[in-house]
Nanobody, 124 residues
């Protein structure tokens, strides 16, 4: 069993930066594909970024390409999402997810474990 805990969310002005962290409080995620998803109020959950366990494969959502970077530290059991040039439309609850087997997926249903989410609010 894996338990994921996100942190680093908050309120930031447009153009600012935040770094989200996802740590495994139980279990190890070093061999799992990991993903960051977000869900804005009234909208469906969407992929932000994902990463293979080796870090070599990193699909990104179209709206965040060039602004967000996903990283992982397998020794520390942590995955990061560096968010730069934030926009008001990035406002959402951000979720970390782990996939036991297979490559990083753009589909939320492919992931087995989820964190509780962290709120990111970008003011204009």
């Amino acid at each position: 069993q894996v338990q994921l805990v996100e942190s680093g969310g908050g309120l930031v002005q447009a153009g600012g930066s935040l770094r989200l962290s996802c740590a495994a409080s139980e279990g190890t995620i070093s061999t799992y594909a990991m993903g960051w998803f977000r869900q804005a109020r009234g909208k469906e959950r969407e992929l932000v970024a994902a990463i293979s366990w080796t870090g070599s494969n990193k699909p990104y959502g179209e709206s965040v390409k060039g602004r967000f970077t996903i990283l992982r530290d397998n020794a520390e059991n942590i995955v990061y999402l560096q968010m730069n040039s934030l926009k008001p439309e990035d406002t959402a609850v951000y979720y970390c997810a782990a996939r036991r087997a297979g490559p990083p997926s753009t589909y939320a249903w492919a992931y087995n474990y989820w964190g509780q989410g962290t709120q990111v609010t970008v003011s204009s």
